[in-house]
């Protein structure tokens, strides 16, 4: 069994989850949301394989924890607003951050690096996973979801 409380797996799993709608959600589109949140589902389930030696990604990530149903997040309340002023992104930006503060002293500094990348990892793969134009095709990286990576870049310090 892991090392990290139920509340704490949560807070774990919420931070790459928030990053990478925070991402989808800066450029919507009919089809390019259905596209990114298959990619965004692709990076979650492949974390425990990608990471086989991340504490944090094994707790939070692996299939047991993932299946158990114990690790629950609640669907996001986002208002347009919210997306439109940046505060979608300033509260993904918080997540990582709680996240970080929980696994502060609890993992070696390559496992918490690792876990940065990943979590970043998680919007770019959102990012990259649609384009602009018509069935998703076109640009694949929007000038807003690359000023939202940006942010995020700076928030985990990559």
Do not use: H, W
């Amino acid at each position: 069994m892991s090392d990290y409380a139920i509340a704490e797996l949560q807070t774990l799993v919420r931070a790459p989850m928030m990053t990478g709608l925070s991402v989808a959600m800066v450029d919507m589109g009919l089809v390019s949301t259905a596209i990114e949140a298959a990619a965004m589902s692709k990076q979650i389930s492949g974390a425990a394989q990608k990471y086989p030696t991340n504490s944090i990604i094994q707790a939070a990530f692996a299939e047991e924890t993932l299946r158990s149903g114990d690790v629950k997040l609640e669907k996001p309340d986002v208002k347009p607003e919210d997306v439109r002023s940046g505060a979608m992104i300033d509260g993904a930006i918080a997540d990582i951050n709680a996240a970080l503060a929980v696994v502060e002293g609890r993992a070696s500094a390559e496992e918490v690096a690792e876990y940065k990348q990943f979590i970043y990892a998680c919007g770019v793969a959102v990012a990259e996973a649609a384009g602009s134009g018509l069935f998703g095709t076109g640009n694949k990286v929007s000038q807003a979801e690359a000023e939202a990576l940006s942010r995020f870049k700076v928030a985990l310090g990559l």
